[in-house]
């Protein structure tokens, strides 16, 4: 069956540096996979989407990778600050009807101290 | 525009008892998810809806749950009889016209625990 890892123990890096999370799936081959924030109490929010087709998307601070041949994306924080603490969370499609089915992974916890 | 709402926000229910949830998608969402996420652990997901049809629910309980999406636009997720296992968030989910390459906006989801 799918399965879809990422850490899951908390990530603790000092203020200022690159935090880098992992996401790593098994058993499928999606045509792109997202990225999302939850903090406690709250829903996910969106932050990023990179295709197959694509090796690297930036967007401000972040960066997310997507090797298709390790079945891996890597998604980085650059100058990290402690309002990035939160939960991490990679989604792929995995439909099998059309219609865009997201998974998610377990999440991985940031923590950034000042 | 106004975000995916939800509630309640909170719920307390013995095992063995009845509830229900209720979501009101982002205006013209064609697609809406319920998800399940269990404390310290990824959202699972338990439907889908494309408009008022269902598209996935293979992972839905469907002993004891049930969910529909009347109207095509806002949805009910009940579970009767609830279970202690069942204490979790329930997150609500839309997505516009359910293409794929889009994000899905979350609401901020009914804590429900179970005694």
């Known amino acids: 069956s799918q399965k879809i890892e990422q850490n899951s123990e908390a990530l603790n890096i000092q203020e200022g540096k690159t935090a880098t999370l992992t996401c790593n799936y098994t058993n499928y081959s999606p045509a792109y996979l997202q990225w999302y924030r939850q903090d406690p109490g709250r829903g996910p929010v969106f932050l990023l989407l990179?295709?197959?087709?694509?090796k690297e998307k930036r967007k401000e601070r972040l960066k997310v990778t997507f090797d298709t041949t390790l079945k891996q994306s890597l998604f980085h924080i650059t100058a990290s600050q402690p309002a990035d603490s939160a939960t991490y969370l990679c989604a792929l499609d995995m439909s099998t009807t059309g219609f865009q089915k997201l998974v998610f992974g377990t999440g991985t916890r940031l923590l950034v101290s000042p | 525009e106004a975000g995916v709402a939800q509630s309640p926000r909170y719920k307390i229910i013995e095992k063995r008892q009845s509830v229900a949830f209720w979501c009101n998608p982002i205006?013209?969402?064609?697609?809406l998810y319920w998800y399940q996420q269990i404390l310290g652990q990824g959202p699972k997901l338990l439907i889908q809806f494309q408009n008022n049809g269902v598209v996935d629910d293979s992972q839905l309980p469907k002993d004891r749950f049930s969910a529909e999406r009347l109207k095509g636009v806002d949805s009910t997720l009940k579970i009767q009889p609830a279970k202690l296992e069942d204490s979790a968030v329930y997150l609500c989910?839309?997505?516009?016209?359910?293409?794929?390459?889009?994000?899905?906006?979350f609401g901020q989801g009914t804590r429900l625990t179970v005694v």
């Open positions: 989910a839309s997505s516009p016209k359910g293409q794929q390459n889009t994000e899905a906006f």
């Open positions: 990179i295709r197959e087709n694509e």
């Open positions: 205006s013209g969402h064609a697609t």
